[in-house]
């Protein structure tokens, strides 16, 4: 298992940009399927970007467009960079990590799938 550590939110106006960061530590030695959630306060923990091993990603109707999911395995560091940013994409922002299994290819924004969390980075948008 590895710890996750996010950072990089923000509050920012409308249009903005943010590039997230979530550095990896702890079994760095195994390879691991990635991804970006975020959650609203009162709304369910949404999965936005994921990436696998390979460098290939999927994303959510929430993160098409204008969220672009990377990663840098020699820094263990995933990256989630935002643009033209909306208020309705206020929300505390995690990263996950489960080393790959068949399910996340077929279910890659299926939650309870990933064993390792951050704690969570705060990105406020305001009109």
């Known amino acids: 298992q590895v710890q996750l550590m996010e950072a990089g939110g923000d509050s920012v106006q409308a249009g903005g940009s943010l590039r997230l960061s979530c550095v990896v530590s702890?079994?760095?030695?195994?390879?691991?399927?990635m991804a970006w959630f975020r959650q609203a306060p009162g709304k369910e923990r949404d999965g936005i970007a994921a990436?696998?091993?390979?460098?290939?990603?999927t994303y959510a109707r929430a993160g098409r467009d204008r969220f672009t999911i990377s990663r840098d395995d020699a820094m263990n560091t995933l990256y989630l960079k935002m643009s033209d940013l909306k208020p309705e994409d206020t929300a505390k922002y995690y990263c996950?990590?489960?080393?790959?299994?068949?399910?996340?290819?077929?279910?890659?924004?299926?939650?309870?799938?990933?064993?390792?969390w951050g704690q969570g980075t705060q990105v406020t948008v305001s009109s």
């Open positions: 996950a990590a489960q080393p790959p299994e068949q399910r996340l290819e077929h279910f890659p924004f299926m939650a309870g799938a990933y064993n390792s």
């Open positions: 702890g079994d760095t030695s195994s390879s691991y399927y």
């Open positions: 990436i696998r091993t390979n460098g290939k990603t």
